[in-house]
């Protein structure tokens, strides 16, 4: 059983690394693999009410996950309906090419810490084409975007999926893992910015300026009540969670309902179809729903391997192998460059035990930056990465070429401020 278990996954996960060769939406073989998994584990287990007891149970864990990241992008999605993002974009005038790409960078790493490293990169990859013209810089500067969204969602329990299954897994909490991680994801993103910055010269040519078809029915109050909105209820979730200690998916969902009423209050004199075209009912058809799917497929992939006492085997395995924390959580944050960091931290929460590591542990702490900005190593390596190909085109040898080094570069620079911090200050 263990064996097809571990061949159904990897199959599986094969097929999702090369999606763009086969043309199969990862989507699709996610899902297939999360029930070929629990298929093989209840027809193989001796008691298929037990499997039935033990999904039910990780159901109930993943459904917060999912839950969160299906309110988290219906908000992000009305803010960008209502044009809400163009109070950054329409204040970037800086053409030199050095100077812009540390702009770009920094406003992608604050703003992944915000929003997420994925919402992030679809955003600011699409201010790109708004600013550059030449493909080959815009394509530069999106693999510079897809370092900066990881390095930024890295550091905030919201700002990557990662991060979040381990702040609602209690393996971490709100300001702990934005004071330790800070510093490292910082260097994580400047050091890379540090060695291009020396050849990377000239003027950006923008493109000509196409007039912009207005409805005519947004006010710039409109705008700035959705955008403020929105975003100080996505800032506001972790406070949520610390004071009243409920998930965070309660807190995303309720801010969900607010957003939703003040949209409705704004748009209330309006005509039937604009107020359709702002709401939140046409919002959620439009989110990414096939990467939540995504997501739950491979979790629930890994909740198999938990249950059936596959990933308690590998962490046995890897114990006897070394007892180095730093080696064993680089590992994991160079595997993620290959696979996606989401499968990886499901291991390793069903690896280690609160018990061996508890809340706050220097352990969960290295993975949770080393999960995330590890997956910029390679295109295929993070959901920022393969947002950022789908929309630009990106070569997975391009990007290997012209980005990994660096992302390589920022990855252990940010790993050796985070190891010298704890061990010089004990922050």
């Known amino acids: 059983m263990v064996l097809l ?6 199959l599986g ?35 298929s009410s037990v499997v039935n007891e033990q999904l039910t149970q990780h159901l109930g864990k993943l459904s917060g996950i999912l839950f969160f990241l299906l309110g988290a992008m219906t908000i992000v999605e009305m803010i960008d309906s209502h044009d809400g993002f163009d109070l950054i974009t329409t204040r970037i005038s800086q053409t030199d090419k050095r100077k812009l790409l540390w702009i770009i960078a920094f406003i992608t790493f604050f703003l992944s810490a915000v929003l997420d490293n994925l919402t992030t990169t679809i955003v600011i990859v699409s201010l790109l084409r708004k600013l550059i013209k030449n493909q080959h810089d815009r394509l ?89 909105s929105g975003i100080s209820i996505l800032i506001l979730v972790p406070v949520f ?41 046409l919002a959620l058809r439009k989110i990414d729903t096939a990467s939540i799917l995504f997501f739950f497929g491979i979790l629930v992939s890994i909740a198999a391997l938990e249950s059936s006492g596959v990933l308690t085997g590998l962490a046995q395995w890897i114990t006897k192998v070394t007892d180095n924390l730093n080696v ?19 291991a390793a929460q069903g690896m280690y035990s609160m018990a ?16 995330g900005t590890g997956g910029s190593m390679l295109i295929i390596g993070s959901a920022a990465g393969v947002a950022a190909m789908g929309m630009e085109k990106i070569d997975f040898l391009w990007y290997l070429k012209k ?14 401020v985070y190891i010298l911090q704890n061990e010089l200050s004990g922050l």
């Open 356 to 371: 061996q590591f508890p809340t706050d542990h220097y352990f969960w702490e290295f993975l949770a930056y080393c999960s």
């Open 241 to 281: 969670k610390t004071f009243t200690h409920l998930p965070p998916y309660m807190a995303i969902l309720g801010g969900l309902g607010i957003l939703w009423v003040v949209t409705e209050l704004i748009h209330g004199q309006k005509t039937e179809t604009v107020k359709h075209s702002y709401s939140v009912v």
């Open 5 to 10: 278990l571990i061949a159904a996954f990897i």
């Open 140 to 228: 530069f500067f999106a693999g510079i975007v897809v370092i900066a969204a990881n390095a930024g969602g890295a550091w905030t329990p919201i700002g990557d999926v990662t991060t979040t299954m381990l702040w609602i897994g209690g393996q971490i909490t709100t300001m702990n893992i934005m004071l330790k991680l800070f510093l490292p994801s910082i260097a994580a993103i400047v050091v890379p910015l540090i060695v291009i910055s020396f050849k990377f010269k000239g003027i950006i040519v923008r493109p000509a300026i196409a007039e912009k078809e207005s409805s005519g029915t947004l006010t710039s109050f409109e705008r700035s009540t959705i955008f403020f």
């Open 403 to 416: 980005i990994s080094l660096l992302a390589v570069l920022g990855y252990f620079s940010g790993a050796v």
């Open 328 to 346: 064993v959580v680089l590992s994991f944050g160079l595997l993620s460059s290959i696979v996606d960091n989401v499968p990886l931290v499901a």
């Open 13 to 47: 996960y094969s097929l999702i690394a090369f999606e763009e060769a086969i043309k199969i939406n990862k989507s699709a073989i996610a899902l297939i693999t999360g029930v070929l998994c629990w298929t093989i584990y209840s027809l193989l287990s001796p008691d």
